[in-house]
C-alpha cells in the first residue's frame, strides 16, 4: 500500500488539525506573488478556494464552463448548511457532528478528515456572514437553524429553500474582489479536457476555449480540481446538465487514484420522471418528510385517483417498515425502500416509478396556511413543473440520482496521488463515507476551499518558490494538448447518426438498472457487458453537427458522455468488489432476512482507491485501511 | 400538441441573423420550454443541421443561465418563472412561438440565442462584494441584524443574474441588476461600511456598459422571474444621491 | 431630470393658482393684479429665469435619455416588448413632446406678447395698444380651435404628470413601504387636478364669459 499514504496526523482527535497545521510550511507574501495556482471549477469549493488563494496573495487562474461562476452547480442547493454552533443550546458539539456524519456514512470515510470538516463548520457560518450572505434570522436578529434528516439537533443554517444559491452568490462576491484586485484572473466558458504533469507533478492543464473552440495550454505550479460529482452518469439526476466527470476523469487518467467510485447518493424525495424527453429531475427538498406520508395502495396496479382510494387501502409502507423513524429515515433508506414498491407492482402515476407524498394529515391537523408558510416555495414550484396542485393532491416521487460520495483519492493534505494536483469539495471523496447526510455537503466545500486547502497548499509550494514560471511549451504540453485534439478530431470523425444526449440516456439507463439503487453481482456484469457494448456503438454512431472551431454543444456533450462510459465501467467494478451494503451502496447479496442493509467491516472497512492502467486494461484496486479510533463501529438500525 | 417555432439563427457575432421556422409536431404538455428545444434539436441533428444553440444548464429555475424572449417576454408569458420552468401546457396548441435572443447593446449575441452577458459580471468586479477577508470574520452572532431587514435583503439577494431585467426594459437598463446587490449590501451592517464607494462604482460601471437609463417603467420587476421588487432601484439611488452628496475627498 | 420635474410640477401648482383668479367674477381684477406682481416683482424676474432653465434642462435631458436608450438597444425585438408597464409610463416621451409642442403656442399666444416679439391680439382682429394677459384669455379662448389644443394638451399633461410624481419620487430614492403608496395616490390626484384645474380656463372662457 505504499501508494496511499493518506498522511494523517497522530494525536489526539480535537488536536490533530491544529497540530498538524502548526507544523505546516509557509512561503512568505513576497514568493507568493511567483506562486501560480490553477483552480478549476466555480462552485463553493472552487471559488472559496481561489478567492482565499488570491487573498494570500498567490496569482490563481480560475475556469469554468458556464458563463459565469455564479452558475455552478453549487447554486442549486436548496436545505442548508450545517456547523456545530450550538446556537440552539441542545448540547450540539464539533464531536457530535462529527460522530453524525462518520455513522451517516456508515463508517466509510476517515475519522481524521470528517472531525476537521466538523472543526471549521463555524468558521465558514462565520465567513459567510462577514459576506453578506442572507441567512435567515430569528426576530432577535441571530442566524435561525432548522433541523435535517438523520439527527438530534438542529444545527442547520439556511437561507430560504435557496441557500445554496446566498452562499455560492456570497463566495462569487469574495471572488470577484480577487479578480478586480487582480491577485485572481477568471476564464469562463473553458472545458478543462486534460492535467499536465511535468516531472511527475501537476503543471498544467488543457482547456478548450468554449466560444472558439480553441485549445489553451495554461501553466501553474499546483492544480486544484473543483470540479464537482459525476451523478449526470445517470443521465436524469438533480444536477445540472452541465455537470460532468471530464475534469477529474482527466486527472484518473493521469495517474490520480479514483476512491469508492460506486458511493453515489440516490437522493428519496424527486419529481419523477413525467415525459420521455426528460432531461432533468428536479428535487423536491429533504425537509418535506417532516409533514409528508409516503405511501402507495395495497392493491397491486391500482390505477385510482389518490383522493378515491381509501385509507384502509393505502400502505404507508416507511412507516410500517421502519416504526422508530417513519417517514425521516435517512436517504439511502427511504429511496431503496420506494425502489423495493414499485419493483413489486405497487407504483404510482402513469409510469408506475412513483409513490405518494401526501400532505392531507399535516394540512388538516395543522392548517393549510401553517404547511404553506413551511413549504409554499416548494409547493409551488412542484406545481409549475407538475400542473398538479399538492394542496389538494398528494405529491408524486421519485428517487434520482444526486451526490457522489466517490470522487479522486486526496490525503489529508487533499492532495491526489499526483503531487501537486489538489481535489476539493465534491470532487474528492474524503468525509461523507458510503452516504452523505443532509446539509453537510455545503459545510465540506467551503471548508476545503476557505479554510483547509489553502493552508495545506502552501505546505507543497514553498519548494516552488525558486522554480520559476512554468513554461507553456513543454513538450508535456504540446503532448497533451496533441493528445485532446486528436480525441476531438476522432470523435467528430465518426460522423455517425446518433446525438449525444441519446446516447447519454441509453448509458444512464444501463446505470440506473445495474449499477443504481440495489446492485448485485450478476446485474453488474450485465451491466459492464451492455456499457462495453454501447460505447463502441457511440465511437461508430455518434453525430457531431458543426465545427470544432466554433461554440459546439453537441461536441461538448458528446466529450463528456465520452468519458461517462469510462466512469460507469469503473462505478461497476467497484461495486463489483464490494461484497457489502453500506450506506448508498446496497447489495442485493448482503442484507438480512428483513431486506436492510449488511455490512461487513471485517473485510471492507477501507478505501477502494483505483489506478488506471490503460484504455484496455482492467485499473488495479489499492486498499486504505480505515482505523476507528474514536468511534465504535456499530450496526445502523431505523426499525 | 404542434407548434410553429419562429427562431432567431446567427452563425455568430459577425454574420447577420435572421429568423427560421420550423414545424414542430407531437409536443408533451408536460414537456419544458427547454426539453421542447431539445427535442427539435435532436430532429434538427437527424436532418444533418445545425442545432439552436441555447444557454441552460440547472434547469430547475436557480442557475440564472437560460434566457430566451419568447412572444415577446423574456422567460415568457408566465410570471416569476425562468424559462427552463415554463411548461408547454401554458401554450396554445397550434400557436406560433417567437423565439429571440435578449437584446441589448450590453448583450451582444454570441450564437443563435446565446448572449454575452459578460457586462453583468463587471458590474459585480467593480464593487458587487463586502471586503472581508477569510478568517477575519467576527462570531455570525455579534452582529444582530433584524428579522426583517435580513428578509429584505435575502429578497434583494434572490437575484439569478439572468438578464431579464434588461430584456424587459424598454431602455435595457441594468438598474433592477445592479440595485439588487447595493441594496442587498447597503442593508446590512457588513455591507454598510463601503456602501458609498460600492454604488459609485458599481453604477459607473453599469453606465460604462452601455445599459440604458432607467425611466421607472417598471417592466423590469413584472418580469423578473424572481420577483425582484423595483424598490431597491429606489433605494440605490439614495444610495447613489448621497454618496454624491456626502463623498468626502481622499486626501 | 426628477429635480427639474419637482421643479417644474412646483411652478404648475403657482400657475395654475394665478390662472384660476381668472374665475373671479370681478372682470380679471384680481387675476391683474396678481400678474402685475408678478411681473414687477424682482424676485420673481429671477425665478423666471430659473425656471427657463429647469424647462431647458428637462427637455434636453430627455431628449438625451431618449437618445441614449434608444441607442442601448441597437437591434430591435422582432415581437414587440409584451412585458406589462403602465402605459402613462410608457409613453413619457411622447407626451413630454405633446407638452412641448403646446409650450411653444402657448409661449406664443402668451408670453412673446409681453416681450413684444409677437403683436398684441385685439378684438375681433385688430390689435390692441395694451396687452393685457385676460383679454388676451378672452380671446383665445373665444377660438374653438384654440380651446381645443389646450384641452387636448391638458390631457396629455396629465398622463404625463401621473406617472411624473411617484417617479420622481423613486428615482431621487425617496421611497418607504408605508409612504410610498400614498405618494402614489397624491401623484394621480395632483396630475388630476393640475389638467382639470387648468381646463376649467379655456372651458370657462368659451363657453361663461
Given at each position: ?9 497522530e ?22 506573488k511567483?506562486?501560480?495556482?490553477i ?18 496573495g ?19 442547493a ?14 450540539d ?23 476537521r ?21 430569528d426576530?432577535?436578529?441571530s ?16 437561507a ?5 444559491q ?22 469562463p ?13 501537476a503543471?498544467g ?20 480540481l ?66 409528508g ?35 425521516l ?19 404510482v402515476?402513469?409510469?408506475g ?9 399535516a ?87 476557505y ?13 516552488d ?14 503532448e ?43 446485474g ?34 458528446a ?14 467494478e467497484?461495486?463489483l468488489?464490494?461484497?457489502?451494503s ?41 486498499k ?16 | ?6 427562431i ?13 421556422t ?52 423574456p ?63 467576527p462570531?455570525?452572532?455579534?452582529n ?33 441588476y ?15 461600511v ?12 453599469m ?32 444610495e ?6 456626502c463623498?468626502q475627498?481622499?486626501? | ?14 400657475h ?65 416588448l ?33 416681450l ?10 385688430e ?83
Amino acid at each position: 500500500m505504499q501508494k496511499l499514504d493518506s498522511k494523517i496526523p497522530e494525536g489526539p482527535l480535537a488536536e490533530k488539525w491544529s497540530r498538524y497545521k502548526a507544523g505546516l510550511r509557509l512561503v512568505n507574501p513576497a514568493n507568493k506573488k511567483k506562486i501560480d495556482i490553477i483552480v478549476v471549477g466555480t462552485g463553493l469549493a472552487g471559488a472559496g478556494t481561489a478567492s482565499a488563494l488570491g487573498e494570500l496573495g498567490y496569482n490563481v487562474k480560475v475556469f469554468c464552463f458556464q458563463d459565469s461562476p455564479r452558475r455552478a452547480h453549487s447554486v442549486a442547493a436548496q436545505g442548508g448548511i450545517n456547523a456545530a454552533k450550538n446556537y440552539k443550546n441542545d448540547n450540539d458539539s464539533v464531536y457530535r457532528l462529527f460522530h453524525d456524519m462518520v455513522k451517516g456514512g456508515d463508517y466509510r470515510a476517515r475519522e481524521a478528515n470528517v472531525y476537521r470538516a466538523a472543526e471549521v463548520s463555524n468558521d465558514v457560518i462565520d465567513h459567510f456572514t462577514a459576506l453578506g450572505v442572507p441567512f435567515a434570522r430569528d426576530y432577535g436578529g441571530s442566524l435561525d437553524t432548522r433541523s435535517f434528516g438523520g439527527v438530534q439537533v438542529s444545527r442547520t443554517f439556511y437561507a430560504k429553500g435557496q441557500t445554496g444559491q446566498q452562499c455560492l452568490l456570497g463566495t462569487y462576491s469574495s471572488l470577484n474582489r480577487q479578480i478586480a484586485k487582480g491577485t485572481v484572473k477568471m476564464f469562463p466558458r473553458r472545458d478543462m479536457l486534460d492535467v499536465v504533469i511535468i516531472d511527475g507533478k501537476a503543471r498544467g492543464i488543457i482547456t478548450r476555449n468554449l466560444l472558439t473552440g480553441e485549445l489553451e495550454r495554461h501553466s501553474a505550479h499546483a492544480v486544484v480540481l473543483a470540479t464537482g460529482g459525476y451523478g449526470t452518469v445517470f443521465y436524469l439526476s438533480t444536477l445540472g446538465l452541465g455537470s460532468n466527470a471530464s475534469a477529474a476523469w482527466s486527472a484518473y487518467k493521469k495517474g490520480a487514484l479514483f476512491a469508492n467510485p460506486s458511493f453515489i447518493q440516490i437522493h428519496p424525495t424527486s419529481i419523477p420522471v413525467l415525459n420521455d424527453y426528460q432531461c432533468k429531475l428536479t428535487l423536491m427538498s429533504e425537509s418535506l418528510r417532516n409533514d409528508g406520508r409516503v405511501w402507495v395502495p395495497k392493491e397491486k396496479g391500482d390505477k385510482r385517483h389518490p383522493g378515491e382510494i381509501p385509507e384502509e387501502e393505502r400502505d404507508y409502507y416507511l412507516e410500517r417498515r421502519y416504526p422508530a423513524f417513519g417517514n425521516l429515515v435517512p436517504r439511502d433508506v427511504a429511496s431503496r425502500a420506494a425502489k423495493e414498491r414499485c419493483d413489486a407492482g405497487y407504483g404510482v402515476g402513469d409510469t408506475g416509478l412513483s409513490v405518494y407524498l401526501d400532505f392531507k394529515d399535516a394540512i388538516e391537523k395543522q392548517g393549510q396556511k401553517a404547511i404553506k408558510d413551511k413549504y409554499g416555495n416548494l409547493f409551488e414550484m412542484y406545481e409549475k413543473i407538475t400542473g398538479i396542485n399538492p394542496y389538494t393532491q398528494p405529491m408524486r416521487i421519485y428517487p434520482a440520482g444526486h451526490y457522489t460520495m466517490g470522487g479522486l483519492w486526496v490525503d489529508y493534505n487533499l492532495m491526489t496521488t499526483i503531487p501537486g494536483l489538489y481535489a476539493i469539495g465534491e470532487s474528492n471523496f474524503s468525509d461523507h463515507g458510503a452516504n452523505r447526510l443532509g446539509a453537510s455537503s455545503l459545510m465540506q466545500c467551503c471548508g476545503d476551499g476557505y479554510f483547509i486547502l489553502p493552508n495545506t497548499i502552501g505546505h507543497y509550494l514553498a519548494d516552488d518558490i525558486r522554480t520559476g514560471k512554468i513554461p507553456a511549451d513543454d513538450p508535456a504540453f504540446e503532448e497533451a494538448e496533441k493528445t485532446v485534439a486528436d480525441r476531438i478530431q476522432r470523435i467528430i470523425a465518426v460522423g455517425g447518426k446518433e446525438t449525444a444526449s441519446s446516447f447519454h440516456k441509453r448509458l444512464g439507463k444501463i446505470m440506473w438498472d445495474h449499477c443504481g439503487m440495489r446492485r448485485d453481482a450478476e446485474g453488474l456484469k450485465k451491466g459492464m457487458e451492455l456499457l462495453k457494448q454501447l460505447e463502441e456503438e457511440f465511437w461508430k454512431n455518434i453525430c457531431i453537427p458543426g465545427s470544432e472551431k466554433d461554440l459546439n454543444q453537441e461536441l461538448e456533450k458528446a466529450l463528456k458522455v465520452a468519458d461517462f462510459f469510462e466512469v460507469g465501467m469503473l462505478m461497476c467494478e467497484d461495486a463489483l468488489q464490494r461484497e457489502e451494503s453500506c450506506g448508498a451502496h446496497f447489495r442485493e447479496e448482503h442484507q438480512t432476512e428483513t431486506g436492510e442493509a449488511r455490512r461487513d467491516d471485517a473485510n471492507f472497512a477501507y478505501v477502494g482507491a483505483w489506478e488506471y492502467l490503460g484504455p484496455k486494461a482492467k485499473p488495479k484496486l489499492y486498499k486504505e485501511a480505515l482505523r476507528f479510533e474514536f468511534v465504535e463501529l456499530k450496526e445502523r438500525s431505523y426499525k | 400538441m404542434d407548434f410553429t417555432l419562429k427562431i432567431w439563427r446567427q452563425k455568430n457575432a459577425q454574420t447577420k441573423g435572421s429568423f427560421k421556422t420550423y414545424p414542430l409536431k407531437d409536443v408533451s404538455p408536460e414537456m419544458s420550454f427547454l426539453e421542447m428545444l431539445d427535442y427539435l434539436n435532436k430532429q434538427i441533428i437527424e436532418q444533418g443541421d445545425e442545432p439552436v444553440t441555447f444557454e441552460h444548464d440547472c434547469r430547475e429555475g436557480i442557475c440564472g443561465s437560460c434566457g430566451l424572449y419568447i412572444n415577446g417576454r423574456p422567460h415568457g408569458p408566465m410570471r416569476n418563472t425562468t424559462t427552463c420552468e415554463l411548461h408547454m401546457r401554458e401554450f396554445k396548441d397550434g400557436e406560433t412561438i417567437v423565439i429571440e435572443p435578449w437584446r441589448s447593446r450590453a448583450f451582444p449575441v454570441i450564437k443563435d440565442l446565446v448572449v454575452d452577458r459578460s457586462s453583468f459580471e463587471r458590474i459585480m468586479h467593480a464593487g458587487g462584494f463586502i471586503s472581508a477577508n477569510t478568517g477575519t470574520a467576527p462570531e455570525s452572532n455579534s452582529n444582530p441584524i433584524s428579522k426583517l431587514i435580513a428578509d429584505k435583503a435575502f429578497d434583494a439577494a434572490a437575484c439569478i443574474g439572468c438578464g431579464a431585467c434588461v430584456a424587459a426594459c424598454q431602455n435595457s437598463s441594468a438598474m433592477l441588476y445592479a440595485a439588487a446587490k447595493i441594496a442587498q449590501y447597503a442593508m446590512i451592517p457588513q455591507g454598510k461600511v463601503e456602501a458609498k464607494e460600492r454604488v459609485d462604482k458599481m453604477v459607473k460601471q453599469m453606465d460604462a456598459e452601455g445599459f440604458g437609463f432607467c425611466s421607472n417603467t417598471y417592466g423590469c420587476e413584472f418580469d423578473c422571474p424572481k420577483g425582484i421588487s423595483v424598490d431597491f432601484i429606489a433605494l440605490m439611488n439614495r444610495e447613489f444621491f448621497s454618496s454624491k452628496v456626502c463623498k468626502q475627498k481622499q486626501a | 431630470m426628477a429635480l427639474a420635474g419637482i421643479f417644474l410640477m412646483l411652478f404648475l401648482i403657482f400657475h395654475l393658482a394665478t390662472n384660476l383668479l381668472m374665475l373671479a367674477r370681478d372682470d380679471g381684477e384680481a387675476f391683474s393684479e396678481a400678474v402685475k406682481f408678478l411681473t414687477e416683482n424682482p424676485v420673481v424676474k429671477i425665478m423666471e429665469y430659473f425656471l427657463f432653465a429647469g424647462f431647458l434642462i428637462h427637455i434636453i435631458l430627455g431628449l438625451l435619455l431618449k437618445l441614449q436608450n434608444y441607442m442601448a438597444r441597437p437591434v430591435k425585438y422582432h415581437k414587440s416588448l409584451q412585458t406589462e408597464t403602465s402605459t402613462f409610463s410608457r409613453f413619457m416621451f411622447h407626451t413630454g413632446v405633446i407638452i412641448l409642442i403646446f409650450l411653444i403656442i402657448h409661449l406664443i399666444n402668451f408670453f412673446f406678447v409681453r416681450l413684444g416679439w409677437v403683436p398684441i391680439p385685439g378684438e375681433a382682429g385688430e390689435v390692441a395698444n395694451k396687452h393685457d394677459f385676460y383679454s388676451m384669455a378672452q380671446i383665445w379662448f373665444k377660438n374653438p380651435w384654440y380651446s381645443a389644443i389646450y384641452l387636448v394638451s391638458f390631457v396629455f399633461l396629465g398622463f404625463h404628470l401621473k406617472h411624473a410624481f411617484q417617479s420622481a419620487f423613486q428615482s431621487l430614492g425617496l421611497n418607504h413601504t408605508k409612504y410610498t403608496p400614498v405618494i402614489k395616490v397624491i401623484g394621480t390626484i395632483y396630475a388630476i387636478a393640475i389638467s382639470v384645474g387648468f381646463a376649467i380656463i379655456p372651458v370657462y372662457f368659451y363657453f361663461f364669459h
